[in-house]
């Protein structure tokens, strides 16, 4: 079959095929493009590295993702499962698999042997690329050659294979049609103008029974039936209906209709379509808000309990442990400051925070005071000598014996 839906089906599988095997192999400021380092519990995403403490971003991210798929199925149905979930993918990639399984008899069981040996090399190679997500290929490959992989690493490699092979030798579209959650849901998320492929009943005594469409599809269907759950939407009885009818000069029977066929006509602008495409807006509105503001400098200030506030030569001196983290790919000189007491000094104030690490420093401020006593609210400051850009965290100075002359004594 040269014409229909199936070629392009083959192009988009190819394509994110390409994309999940290569884009760890991608590497951005000296990182994977997208990864999830474990060790590190870093999260490397184009560019950016997402640090444990800042979850909430990928958090916000789910949250889109979620609505995302509710609005993408509400209108398009289960195009997902049709064009890009991996399952429907992958089971397509063994397609030769089905192929020799119907035709053993013929070819013979070598045939059949060299198409498990084949599926398992496929569940290795798929499962080796999941494990670039969290381990870099370039570490994976090199360690593989070097005899030096993890034994965890192994293991992980060794059960996520046998999985894969289980599920792509023997489940294959059973997954779809009986276990899957999102097959089952979307029954819930559908509605009267939902996109889904269909047999058209008004035209049903033109139908010539061929069931060429019922052999084709992969999940033993019979669409003229009506819709069904275990329908993955692979439109190959589309394709298969369209070039019987067409050898007849005809439209093809079965088809993608807004709406079940027949049904009289909604707005495709309905009440539920614009609530779940508003909230899927503002969820992504605020996701790249989050992402804006984000900044690569991390800043929590500590007092040093090891050295209490004391008086030096008439100044009042008080010791802070300053946690700093450089989330960015590239060192950083940051000036510290304190802010909110009249002509403080720092000291240290500069420190070198390399790229992708953290930093613990002891600083002192010291400050001046014709009396002395209480607490005054300062703020921390560090401000990036590169990008001049500032982060402040509130601390408390102590002034040690009597008040602080204009001071806020507690
Ligand atoms: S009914 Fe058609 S679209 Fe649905 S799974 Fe079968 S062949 Fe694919
Ligand atoms: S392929 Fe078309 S004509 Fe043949 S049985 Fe199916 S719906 Fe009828």
């Not at 397609?95 to 198409?115: I, P, Q, T, W």
């Not at 007092?303 to 300053?322: C, G, K």
Request: proline residues 4%.
């Amino acid at each position: 079959m040269t014409k229909g839906i199936q070629p392009w089906r083959r192009l988009v599988e190819v394509f994110e095929g390409a994309v999940i095997l290569g884009l760890p192999f991608l590497r951005i400021n000296g990182q994977s493009a997208l990864r999830f380092d474990v060790p590190s519990l870093r999260l490397y995403f184009f560019g950016a590295a997402i640090w444990m403490d800042e979850f909430f971003i990928v958090l916000v991210a789910i949250i889109f993702l979620v609505l995302l798929f509710v609005f993408v199925t509400l209108m398009v149905g289960r195009v997902w499962c049709g064009w890009v979930c991996p399952q429907t993918v992958l089971i397509d990639y063994t397609g030769f698999f089905d192929k020799v399984k119907k035709r053993e008899r013929e070819r013979g069981h070598l045939a059949g042997a060299a198409s498990y040996v084949a599926v398992l090399a496929v569940s290795i190679i798929v499962s080796a690329s999941l494990i670039w997500y969290f381990v870099s290929p370039y570490e994976f490959i090199g360690r593989l050659l070097g005899g030096t992989l993890e034994g965890t690493v192994w293991g992980f490699w060794a059960v996520l294979s046998g999985v894969l092979f289980l599920n792509y030798a023997f489940v294959r579209h059973k997954w779809c049609a009986t276990v899957c959650p999102y097959a089952k849901l979307q029954s819930v998320m559908f509605d009267h103008k939902t996109l889904v492929i269909a047999f058209d009943p008004s035209r049903k005594q033109e139908c010539m029974n061929c069931m060429a469409c019922v052999k084709t599809c992969p999940v033993g269907i019979d669409i003229r039936k009506g819709l069904e759950a275990a329908c993955i939407n692979c439109a190959k009885c589309i394709d298969e209906c369209t070039n019987i009818m067409r050898s007849r000069g005809k439209k093809g029977l079965i088809g993608y209709f807004w709406g079940l066929p027949g049904e009289t006509a909604k707005r495709m602008l309905r009440t539920n379509a614009l609530v779940t495409g508003s909230l899927t807006a503002v969820s992504l509105v605020f996701l790249v808000y989050m992402a804006a503001i984000r900044t690569t400098l991390g800043l929590d200030v500590l007092p040093d309990y090891n050295f209490p506030p004391r008086l030096v030569q008439h100044e009042a001196v008080n010791s802070f442990v300053l946690l700093l983290e450089n989330r960015g790919s590239e060192d950083e000189e940051l000036d510290i400051s304190a802010e909110g007491l009249n002509g403080a000094k720092v000291r240290p104030g500069r420190v070198l925070v390399k790229a992708g690490q953290e930093g613990r420093v002891q600083v002192y401020v010291i400050a001046g005071a014709k009396a002395m006593g209480g607490t005054k609210n300062m703020e921390m400051v560090i401000r990036s000598e590169r990008t001049g850009k500032k982060l402040e965290q509130k601390a408390k100075f102590i002034y040690p014996g009597g008040g602080p002359e204009g001071g806020e004594g507690s």
